[in-house]
């Protein structure tokens, strides 16, 4: 019965000839009893092998003789069988039919089973629980298995709906045991649903072998890629504790730095535990440079994680810098803190010659922020281009303290400032903006001036009146033309007045009349100005004395004083 019933035993004729055989051998026993007889039992008795009474249990069940089957049971002592054939069908008849004591029993007698055959028998039909995996525990202590059963563990794994309390003590028996489970396999569908404890029972069950650099990377990727930090830290604790040689790819540690569940103090505990590892200079960069640039994590885990971050790599690439300063807007008021980090390390200035220039001509940042950027910048060493010089004297909205002691530092770091620098800041600032002493820090003996700004000083700027004639003097003398030929256009009395830079002046001054007179008579008799010229006045061409008697009074006091002091009003036409 047992060739018949056992697939590959023998060839399908020799089975049906065994089977006839057998049938006429039953039919025998059953017409000399359809029950067990006094007989019988005393031979069974008289037998009391219990090898024979293991063989004879599957028998008697194939043919469906449950008295026989029952009675040759209730005298079998599993333990004491010892043939490996009676104890694998002892054990594939009792988990047919359910009756697991006796599947206790034969499954306690390692010794006479062929393991692998009873590792298959209880993977696949063994009820799910604690005495499944205590039971594939047993056999796989036993190291009689072969590179087949870790296919079968693997299959089971994969395919059974086993609990993973189950799956966990397996894997963990099989991998302690030299039975290297695929790792790649329990990572992806094991660890993720095993619970705290029992994942990291695995791993330190691999991290005790010696590992392949694959599963190496496996265990790091796991780590860093953890829902919990407590994990996280204890896999990278297993994998440290196996002596193994690691080398952390900086991918692994961004992707853990980007998970937004992860509180500040769990990526504190995770970058902790694998700064213990190696991480090459070129990863290190990486690292940094995503987190400064790049990472999205809210501004107060980004205030506790960047100084760390820094003080692991303390001389940034050019680049990273740049970037950070020039395009990372989300650090907000922190951002000037984190830069003065960054450039207290020690960074070579000398790299960042454009970084100043670049910072303050386009900025993602606030007004406050950028003028405290700015001046760590500037503290730090850092020079300014003469394009960007003049944009900042002339566009900046700092105040004139503020700009001054700019100028000075910028100066003082080597900055160079262009000889048209006093010029830009009369032709481009607002004249209620003027600052006397602003201007006369960036004037050089080479400055040199246009039309507009001689126009602009002299016309709307109010300086104090001690210098302003000495300072209009002085900006005339730098005037790259004749001060006689530039062409002024005001507005007076609601007309459109278009006449020389004199008559301008004395039209709408609004200095005190001393000074005005001082400018006036130096324009007469040093430049020859022609105080009667004919004017254009919305249009039509008259001499200055026709227009000033015919507005004479919508003239300021200061004006009329002038007309008559150089008897503008009794002139000759």
């Known amino acids: ?34 029950s067990v007889s006094d007989e019988e039992e005393a031979l ?59 599947a206790d029993a034969v499954l306690q007698n390692t ?116 829902e919990k930090a407590q994990v996280a830290v204890g896999a ?56 400064l640039c790049f990472n999205q994590d809210p501004v107060p885990t980004r205030k506790e994680i960047i100084p760390y971050l820094l003080e692991k790599a303390p001389v940034l690439p050019t680049s990273t810098v740049q970037n950070y ?13 984190i830069v003065k980090t960054i450039f207290d390390n020690g960074v070579n200035t000398s790299f960042f010659n454009e970084l100043l220039s670049k910072y303050m001509s386009a900025s993602p940042d606030n007004y406050e922020v950028k003028t405290a950027i700015i001046e760590i910048l500037s503290s730090g060493g850092l020079k300014i281009d003469p394009s960007s010089f003049i944009d900042y004297i002339c566009g900046s909205q700092d105040d004139v303290p503020t700009k001054i002691q700019f100028i000075k530092r910028m100066v003082s770091n080597g900055s160079q400032l262009r000889n048209d620098a006093a010029n ?22 080479s400055s040199s001036f246009g039309a507009k700004a001689v126009e602009r000083y002299l016309l709307y700027c109010r300086d104090r009146d001690a210098i302003k004639a000495q300072n209009f003097r002085t900006i005339a003398e730098h005037f790259s033309g004749d001060i006689g030929t530039i062409a002024c256009q005001i507005n007076h009395a609601g007309d459109s007045v278009t006449c020389n830079i004199l008559q301008a002046y004395i039209l709408i001054s609004t200095d005190q009349q001393s000074v005005t007179q001082e400018i006036v008579n130096w324009l007469i008799t040093q430049r020859r100005l022609k105080i009667n010229a004919e004017i254009t006045v919305s249009g039509r061409s008259m001499k200055f004395k026709k227009y000033v008697v015919a507005n004479k009074e919508q003239l300021s006091n200061t004006a009329n004083f002038i007309c008559e002091q150089y008897k503008v009003y009794t002139m000759l036409f």
């Open 1 to 34: 019965m047992i060739s018949v019933i056992t697939p590959g035993t023998c060839s399908e004729r020799d089975a049906r000839n065994l089977f006839a055989q057998l049938k006429r051998n039953y039919e025998l026993l059953q017409d000399i009893s359809t």
């Open 44 to 102: 069974y008795e008289f037998l009391e092998e219990a090898d024979i009474f293991a063989t004879l249990i599957p028998v008697y069940d194939s043919l469906n003789d449950t008295a026989r089957r029952d009675f040759v049971l209730q005298m079998l002592d599993a333990s004491q069988v010892y043939s490996k054939e009676a104890n694998g069908n002892l054990l594939t008849y009792s988990l047919k039919n359910a009756t697991l004591e006796l």
């Open 111 to 226: 010794d006479n089973i062929n393991v692998s055959m009873a590792l298959l028998e209880v993977l696949q039909k063994y009820p799910d629980g604690t005495q499944k995996g205590k039971h594939v525990s047993e056999l796989i202590k036993t190291h009689a298995l072969s590179r087949d059963d870790k296919a079968a563990i693997e299959k089971y794994l994969s395919t059974s709906s086993d609990s993973i309390d189950t799956k966990s003590a397996i894997i963990e028996t099989a991998v302690t045991n030299d039975i290297d489970v695929s790792l790649e396999f329990v990572v992806r569908n094991i660890l993720p649903v095993a619970g705290d404890e029992k994942a990291l029972l695995i791993l330190s069950a691999y991290c005790s072998k010696k590992l392949c650099d694959d599963d190496v990377l496996r265990i790091l990727n796991y780590a860093c890629s953890c």
């Open 236 to 291: 990278l604790d297993c994998l440290k504790h196996s002596n193994q040689y690691v080398l952390v790819p900086s991918k692994m540690v961004i992707a853990m730095l980007s998970e937004p569940h992860l509180s500040a103090s769990d990526k504190f505990a995770v970058l902790e535990k694998i700064f213990d590892f190696k991480i090459d200079a070129k990863n290190m960069e990486a690292i940094v440079t995503n987190y």
């Open 325 to 337: 300063v020039l395009k990372c807007a989300i650090d907000g008021a922190e951002k000037p803190a």
């Open 424 to 445: 830009a800041y009369l032709e481009r600032t607002a004249p209620d903006q003027f600052s006397s002493e602003l201007f006369s820090l960036i004037f050089t003996p």
